[in-house]
């Protein structure tokens, strides 16, 4: 079993929920709480042995953590790179420094629609940063890699929604 495949069946074992939900607005039968393997240190620790392969040799001046939930995967993969991270929230409050002329890859834990990562990117962007790349955990295949992409960031997914559902 590769890591991949582990981690999608923790995810379906802890933190992929069933039923009827609203995420941001919209309906849906799936809700996806990260948190509930995030705040482990083993799944956590699986998690960024992943994204460790993905961005191991990226040129990276920081990490970008979009939303709360990212945090905990934006510290631990920070730590093991050995780069710096910033922290930005929807009302543009801004923990750590953005810095310009930097570039920086965001890590999300589950992309949407992408409206928080690109919120995100433009607060960099204003501030004179690059944002090279966007790796989300989880993609919900709901428009987020087609706006990003849009706006000139590439987008990577380690596991598709329909890899969780079926």
């Known amino acids: 079993m590769t890591e991949k495949e582990a981690l999608i069946d923790i995810i379906k074992e802890n933190a992929l929920l069933t039923g009827s939900f609203r995420v941001r607005k919209r309906k849906t039968n799936y809700f996806i709480n990260l948190f509930n393997i995030t705040t482990f240190p083993h799944y956590l620790s ?11 040799n990226e040129k990276i001046n920081k990490l970008v953590s979009p939303s709360i939930e990212s945090e905990p995967i934006v510290t631990a993969i920070s730590l093991k790179l050995k780069v710096p991270f910033v922290c930005i929230r929807k009302n543009k409050e801004v923990y750590g420094v953005i810095e310009p002329h930097k570039t920086y890859i965001t890590v999300a834990d589950v992309s949407m629609s ?21 790796y989300a955990l989880i993609d919900r295949d709901q428009g987020a890699c087609k706006r990003i992409e849009k706006e000139g960031i590439k987008f990577n997914s380690i596991i598709k929604l329909d890899e969780l559902i079926t």
Do not use: C, P, S
């Open 114 to 134: 992408g409206q928080t990562i690109l919120d995100a990117a433009n607060l960099i962007r204003e501030e004179g940063g690059e944002v090279l790349k966007v």
């Open 46 to 56: 699986l998690i960024v042995d992943i994204l460790f392969d993905e961005l191991k």
